[in-house]
């Protein structure tokens, strides 16, 4: 599985910016993709997941309510809709997918494959 991530880029605080990650390979039902991000000399942090067949979504506290994920199923392709960003949100942020083995989402440990990475930089 490769993933390809898109859509990052320079944003006002207060503004909004739409992050899609591109899968090719196969993605099982029973897949989590999910989004993390790292900004400068903080460790990589978890965002926001999605399970591939039942869409339950999960999010970490700082992105509740301005954050959205979503999956398109025929696009293979998971979209992160962030809204209201703030200085906090600048990071580089990373799509990743694991093989459907595992229950977790929030740990790096749990993912398989990884996207390169798109630059968020909230300007205030």
């Known amino acids: 599985v490769q993933l390809q991530a898109s859509g990052g880029g320079l944003v006002q605080a207060g503004g909004s910016l739409r992050l899609s990650c591109a899968a090719s390979?196969?993605?099982?039902?029973?897949?989590?993709m999910g989004w993390f991000r790292q900004a400068p000399g903080n460790e990589r942090e978890f965002v926001a997941a999605?399970?591939?067949?039942?869409?339950?979504?999960y999010y970490a506290d700082p992105v509740k309510g301005r954050f959205t994920i979503s999956r398109d199923n025929v696009r293979q392709t998971v979209n992160l809709q962030m809204s209201n960003l703030n200085a906090e949100d600048t990071a580089v942020y990373y799509c990743a997918v694991n093989k459907g083995r595992t229950s977790g989402y929030a740990q790096g440990s749990d993912y398989a494959y990884w996207g390169q990475g798109t630059l968020v930089t909230v300007s205030s």
């Open positions: 390979g196969r993605i099982f039902s029973s897949a989590v």
């Open positions: 999605i399970r591939w067949g039942a869409r339950t979504t």
